[in-house]
């Protein structure tokens, strides 16, 4: 059996010592950016590499395509490849955050082809509460050669976005806090607003009060009320740099609501271009 989407505590307790399961820590704090390489050091879930928002899990910003842009397929796969990941393995991403930096991961896996991805529920905040086991040691894993094939359809750009602005077959959903969609607030980019059309999903409402996923039934009719008539595929997910939005794209998925995509650029890459049309309440 593979897990997808979510693999619960329990279950990742179980597998700790299979040799097909791999473990990825994604903690990140965007204020401080080595402090999730630091934490990890200090303790970390037995097994577990450690991926890097900024170095692993993105290019580096040119100032035009957003504060998190994708890597390339290659340069992913490479770095897949230098923790020693096979095509095979069950990986399973976590954070300290709610699940939005594993959700990043996550995603990543899949528009490379690795199906046999997941986030570890309620994430090491529940693995720590829980009593379950933690170690400073580093694994040393044999490097692979990881043979990605990325999905093209998965993500969009802005030129998509721009061309789709208003019409019935694209439905952005911005991830960040309300006041931010708004355009009342804005702590990290230079400009507030949002994509002139799209819709509010704050990501924190993906989860119930003890950190964990809400249930795919809650999560289905939640999302279901924000799309109406609209097919799952219509969806494009954004946010501030294409982080958290991942994570509204995986509480689709656990809600069975499949095909949806990412705009990879979001806000900061949106912005970098003052011909884009920009609106705020």
């Not at 986030?119 to 090491?124: K, M």
């Not at 093209?152 to 721009?162: F, K, T």
Request: charged content about 20%; proline content about 7%.
């Amino acid at each position: 059996m593979s897990y997808t989407t979510l693999v619960a505590t329990q279950v990742l307790a179980q597998h700790l010592q299979d040799a097909g399961w791999r473990v990825i820590d994604c903690r990140h704090e965007l204020a401080k950016p080595e402090l999730g390489a630091a934490q990890y050091a200090e303790a970390h879930i037995p097994g577990a590499v450690h991926a890097h928002m900024d170095h692993d899990l993105a290019a580096p910003p040119d100032g035009r395509n957003g504060r998190h842009p994708l890597p390339t397929p290659e340069a992913f796969a490479a770095w897949l490849g230098r923790q020693g990941v096979r095509p095979s393995d069950q990986v399973v991403a976590y954070d300290a955050s709610g699940g939005t930096a594993a959700a990043r991961l996550w995603w990543m896996l899949r528009w490379l082809g690795h199906e046999a991805a997941a986030v570890l529920d309620g994430g090491f905040t529940a693995w720590r509460a829980e009593g379950r086991p933690v170690t400073a040691a580093v694994p040393r894993f044999a490097q692979t050669r990881y043979p990605g094939h990325p999905h093209a359809d998965a993500h969009v750009d802005a030129g998509r976005i721009a061309a789709h602005l208003g019409a019935e077959d694209m439905l952005i959903i911005d991830a960040r806090a309300a006041e931010r969609f708004r355009g009342e607030v804005e702590p990290i980019d230079p400009v507030a607003g949002r994509i002139p059309g799209s819709r509010n999903r704050f990501c924190g409402l993906n989860l119930a009060p003890d950190g964990r996923f809400k249930d795919a039934a809650t999560l289905r009719a939640e999302f279901a009320a924000l799309l109406g008539k609209r097919a799952p595929a219509s969806v494009v997910h954004s946010c501030g740099s294409g982080v958290a939005a991942c994570h509204n794209q995986l509480a689709m998925e656990i809600a069975g609501l499949s095909g949806s995509r990412l705009y990879p650029g979001s806000w900061s890459e949106w912005i970098a271009d003052p011909a884009r049309p920009r609106e705020k309440d």
